[in-house]
């Protein structure tokens, strides 16, 4: 279906799939692990021994769609632009720290950087700590007590950002519809973005048009 004039068309298929996954696996191991630490809640839920199993395997599975989504270009291409920091977002930093009413970005700001730079990090370490508390046999005691201790508060860290990521998220009502349906306002984008159309070409060129919200085919 042709898109309206003034839509623009921000997230293919394939970017918006790799988020939902992405944070519905996070989601499941910051509720489960809440379950796990939280005695209230651990009374509440009962049932210890599956909520490990599903932290566990939740867990493992948190890089599966990111390393499956490099397979379409479009999320390649915004890998790339997440990846590389540039003198604009140097200025947009600046601009933000100011209060200033003209923040230079393209497709993504640099605080959208920041966080999906840390985010990455994290999960990564998260997931090598996970994995030395649960293969027992795989290091001595001393580096299971030390992954533990960064695991546990490594999650903390991860559900205060978690939230201010979702409070952001709640806060702009047009960035949440870009990510729900991939299409965004063409002002929006213009007052949020206002570097990104010079980006947009090679995008739209990767892009699959919207037709619908069901996964990547």
């Not at 293919?12 to 809640?41: I, Q």
């Not at 599975?61 to 270009?73: D, H, N, Q, S, T």
């Not at 003198?87 to 999906?116: C, E, H, I, M």
């Not at 299409?183 to 010079?198: F, I, N």
């Amino acid at each position: 279906m042709p898109r309206p004039p003034d839509l623009l068309l921000r997230f293919a298929r394939a970017e918006r799939w790799v988020h939902r996954t992405t944070a519905a696996l996070m989601l499941v191991c910051l509720a489960t692990a809440a379950c796990l630490y939280l005695p209230p809640l651990a009374e509440l839920v009962g049932r210890r021994r599956l909520v490990v199993t599903v932290h566990v395997w939740c867990g493992l599975a948190l890089p599966v769609p990111l390393l499956l989504g490099l397979a379409f270009r479009a999320v390649r291409a915004d890998v790339s632009r997440l990846s590389r920091f540039h003198p604009v977002d140097w200025v947009w930093l600046r601009a933000t720290r100011a209060r200033a009413s003209y923040r230079p970005a393209g497709k993504f700001n640099a605080g959208q950087k920041l966080y999906a730079q840390w985010t990455l990090g994290a999960m990564l370490v998260i997931l090598g700590t996970g994995l030395l508390m649960w293969l027992t046999h795989l290091a001595p005691t001393a580096w299971r007590t030390g992954a533990t201790f960064v695991h546990d508060w490594l999650a903390a860290a991860i559900a205060v950002v978690t939230a201010g990521h979702v409070w952001m998220a709640v806060r702009d009502p047009e960035a949440r519809r870009g990510m729900r349906t991939g299409l965004v306002d063409r002002r929006w984008a213009e007052r949020e973005h206002p570097l990104w159309p010079a980006e947009r070409p090679a995008a739209d060129a990767e892009a699959v048009p919207v037709s619908g919200d069901g996964p990547p085919s």
